[in-house]
């Protein structure tokens, strides 16, 4: 069992910058990859960014050269490093953990982009 709690959420203007965090209660080494998922009001939730337990990031086409995903391994965190932020960016982001065949999901973290 993985617990997975996202932080760092919040309230931003546009054009400013969030950094999120996925703290894992296992060592990030141990979960083959961990993925960044987001779910503006009333639409489905949509992969954002993933980085596997090699360090090998991916990005959606709509966050790319703005969102910077990364792992601090020592502290078991992945971090989110969201730049250029606009409004069609406010949505829940939530850390999903993938072993095998086991899914685990973060609670969420809000993300409101004023114009």
């Known amino acids: 069992q993985v617990q997975l709690v996202e932080s760092g959420g919040g309230l931003v203007q546009a054009g400013e910058s969030l950094r999120l965090s996925c703290a894992a209660s296992?060592?990030?080494?141990?979960?083959?990859?961990i993925e960044w998922y987001r779910q503006a009001p009333g639409q489905q939730r949509e992969w954002v960014a993933s980085?596997?337990?090699?360090?090998?990031?991916a990005y959606t086409d709509f966050v790319k050269g703005r969102f910077i995903i990364s792992r601090d391994i020592a502290k078991n965190t992945v971090h989110l490093q969201m730049n250029r932020l606009n409004p069609e960016d406010t949505a829940d982001y939530y850390c999903?953990?993938?072993?095998?065949?086991?899914?685990?999901w973060g609670q969420g973290t809000q993300v409101t982009v004023s114009s």
């Open positions: 999903k953990g993938l072993i095998g065949e086991s899914i685990y």
């Open positions: 296992s060592s990030i080494l141990s979960i083959p990859d």
């Open positions: 980085i596997t337990s090699g360090g090998i990031p």
